[in-house]
């Protein structure tokens, strides 16, 4: 698939949620990652679908394989701070949270305290 294609297919799955129809969202945001499992972009939607139905495990699966632009860190780390909060991993989740906090300690953006 070309990348107009792609980008075609993501808007539409965009529009797609928005107007209460997340399934049709889901279908396209799966054959996508399938097609192509490290893409972060797409990886990043599918996910957020996958939290909306309760499906953590599976959102970190499809977390797991993509591969995150820089622009989508901050995306990746809510996703996957989500997901690990979905399926009972209180402590991984907050774990997560503040590896993503402290990774931006060198543009004195940080929250995290030093223990």
């Known amino acids: 698939m070309n990348s107009q294609s792609r980008q075609f297919m993501l808007t539409a799955a965009w529009m797609f949620a928005r107007h209460g129809r997340p399934r049709r969202a889901r279908a396209i945001m799966e054959a996508l990652v399938e097609e192509d499992p490290t893409d972060g972009v797409s990886a990043a939607a599918l ?3 996958l939290l909306a139905d309760g499906e953590g495990e599976q959102a970190l699966q499809t977390l797991a394989t993509a591969e995150f632009p820089p622009e989508l860190t901050r995306a ?8 690990l909060a979905m ?3 209180k402590e991984d989740s907050e774990r997560r949270w503040r590896r993503y ?3 931006r300690k060198g543009a004195e953006r940080s929250w995290v305290e030093e223990n």
């Open 47 to 49: 996910a957020e679908l």
């Open 76 to 83: 990746e780390a809510i996703l996957e701070t989500r997901a």
């Open 87 to 89: 399926t009972g991993r």
């Open 101 to 103: 906090l402290a990774s």
